[in-house]
């Protein structure tokens, strides 16, 4: 595993990259800047470049930005292949007053997800990025992930939060199960960076 300093977004063309971490730490600004990257360093065709934005809408909570969407970081990624969501997507765990709503927030994003996934399966591109995946883990198959991760595209960048920041007491064991599931992704994927708040 590698720290993001070490991020060159030119090995990250050809395979398959996912940046991990905690709330805040960039993860989609870096993300929104490899797409940059290829529609204006690499000429890139747009439209070779699927964006699956699994984010919630920017939030605030416990005075932490949480969320965000790869446009709200560069809007020209909306010239790229956007799969199309049928509904918003709901942080799970802040928008739950219990484990009831917990759970039915991450089903809602679950079916919507999934869709999407199904959706770059119909008709695959050669790059795929992905925003904020926990929120397809909480619930969904990691290895039916990994394998549309590792196996469709050539060129994958993605990330996910892996932190301690978004908590509530009724959700333990949920973030546990998210946490299994990322580090499993964290085996299969060749390049995995870390990502942490400016010092």
């Known amino acids: 595993m590698f720290k993001l300093n070490n991020l060159d977004f030119n090995k990250c063309i050809g395979t398959h990259t996912l940046l991990y ?60 292949r956007y799969v199309p969501l049928d509904h918003e997507i709901i942080p799970p765990r802040i928008s739950a007053k219990n484990k009831v709503e917990l759970y039915k ?51 994958f960048f993605g990330n996910t939060y892996y932190g301690n920041v978004i908590r509530k007491p009724f959700a333990k064991l949920f973030s546990l199960k998210e946490r299994k599931r990322i580090e499993y992704l964290l085996q299969i994927v060749e390049n995995v960076y870390k990502t942490q708040q400016n010092k």
């Open 21 to 80: 971490g905690e709330t805040n730490t960039f993860k989609t600004h870096y993300t929104a800047l490899f797409i940059q990257f290829l529609l204006e360093s690499k000429n890139i065709n747009a439209k070779e470049i699927t964006i699956l934005d699994f984010a919630p809408k920017l939030k605030v909570f416990n005075n932490i930005k949480i969320g965000g969407k790869i446009e709200d970081f560069y809007e020209k990624s909306l010239s790229c």
């Open 105 to 155: 927030n991450a089903y809602h994003n679950y079916k919507v997800t999934s869709e999407a996934l199904k959706k770059y399966q119909e008709s695959p591109t050669s790059f795929l990025i992905m925003n904020d995946i926990s929120i397809y883990l909480h619930l969904g198959n990691k290895k039916y992930l990994a394998n549309i991760i590792t196996k469709i595209p050539d060129t």
